[in-house]
């Protein structure tokens, strides 16, 4: 799938290469939290421990060459390139990655690390988390929900992103803690400018598998990658708001494009939004989703969280938001659905909340922008 070349050159930039097709590289928030100088926005949002987070791809192959990626190699493809006796199994991948993982940040352990509390690194040791979003698509690995089903045997969750193209494997995906799908723009030329699509039918591909995430009885999460000058002016929003009610997700991440890596071949500083930019396209965008406000603001990677009203909860006559996720009851819920309980019914994203802590909630948000 690689030459030598870049394969190299990936291993410089801090990848790992796992088996034929899959990859491990280290979260800066990971390195942060081990530091004790702060966890990424997950964990504001949705209670993910930084630390012991495996951010890694099933796949390096994706159907679209994102203007805004900054990974460096793009191989763009539309079906599973690998022979099936190439084809690594789940086990050797999620094996392999920890393993991978594990190597990549033994130099924390170290007394060159500056936080002298080695409680963070020691818990980095055990994964509870696994980010498949690291480089290409990994829901085109052909087992996929085998995987799925592996990583929440051992306790781990699983936080998928998918850049829309593939709906039948949206479709049949095996419950995930949390689905992403990257809406790249909300009109048909955009989303050609900016995502560079291989599908012919990219447009009916996007919208196809926005319906179907509709129907998922987990937890989704609908991302904007917003890019100031492109695809973030105030005119888009009742185009992009369509979109979302099309697929109805719990969440919405409204997040900055980050002018890193291979994206500056194709973008500016200048095109990279601020913090205050980003809430304010947030309060514009709101106005046009009655069901949803604004819960939480992580400044740092500017990005503002949305989330249905319905997870603000009343509890002893307070609303109180449920935006975070109990992850006992997560992997009880799972694995008892994976055992084939004909007494179990589909749980729901309902049935794995839990109270968002106060300090991470944003207050007195200004709409009359």
């Keep these: 799938m690689l030459n ?6 990936l291993n410089e930039q801090g990848y790992r290469l796992i088996g034929n097709h899959s990859s491990v590289k ?57 022979k099936d006796s190439q084809t690594d199994n789940p086990d050797f991948i999620i094996n392999e990655s920890i393993k991978s993982h594990d190597k990549l940040l033994t130099g924390f352990k170290g007394n060159t690390n500056p936080n002298p509390d080695k409680e963070p690194y020691n818990k980095s040791k ?10 290409g698509e990994s829901i085109l690995y052909p087992k996929i929900n085998e995987i799925i089903n592996e990583f929440h045997k051992k306790g781990i969750s699983t936080f998928l992103v998918t850049n829309a193209q593939y709906p039948e494997q949206i479709k049949s995906l095996a419950p995930v803690t949390q689905l992403y799908i990257s809406l790249d723009a909300p009109t048909q030329e955009l989303i050609k400018k900016i995502d560079k699509p291989i599908f012919k039918d990219y447009w009916q591909r996007l919208n ?19 890019i100031k000058y492109v ?6 929003c009742e185009n992009y708001s369509n979109l979302i009610k099309k697929a109805s997700p719990d969440f919405i991440e409204v997040k900055a494009y980050m002018s890193v890596g291979a ?9 990279m939004p ?32 949305l989330a249905k009203k319905k997870f603000k909860k009343d509890i002893n006559g307070e609303p109180v938001w449920h935006t975070w996720i109990d992850f006992d009851k997560f992997n009880k819920l799972v694995n008892s659905k994976s055992n084939n309980n004909k007494n179990n019914k589909e749980f729901t994203t309902e049935d794995y909340l839990k109270e968002t802590p106060e300090r991470f909630l944003v207050k007195n948000i200004n709409l009359s922008i």
């Design 4 to 9: 030598d070349k870049q394969k190299k050159k």
């Design 208 to 226: 196809q598998s926005l319906e179907i995430m509709s129907k998922k009885k987990q937890r989704t999460c609908i991302r904007l990658t917003l």
């Design 274 to 305: 601020t913090s205050k930019e980003i809430m304010q396209f947030s309060q514009k965008l709101i106005k046009y989703l009655k069901d949803y406000e604004i819960v939480s603001e992580h400044y740092a990677s500017r990005v503002v969280m």
């Design 26 to 82: 280290i979260c800066e928030w990971t390195k942060n939290m081990i530091r004790g100088k702060g966890e990424c926005y997950k964990h504001w949002f949705y209670g993910i421990n930084s630390n012991q987070c495996l951010q890694m791809t099933t796949s390096l192959t994706c159907a679209n060459q994102c203007m805004f990626c900054w990974r460096e190699y793009k191989l763009a493809s539309k079906k599973w390139p690998i």
């Design 263 to 271: 994206s500056l071949k194709n973008f500016k500083y200048k095109n």
């Design 126 to 135: 055990t994964i509870k988390h696994a980010a498949l979003s690291l480089i």
């Design 231 to 236: 695809n973030m002016s105030e005119d888009l």
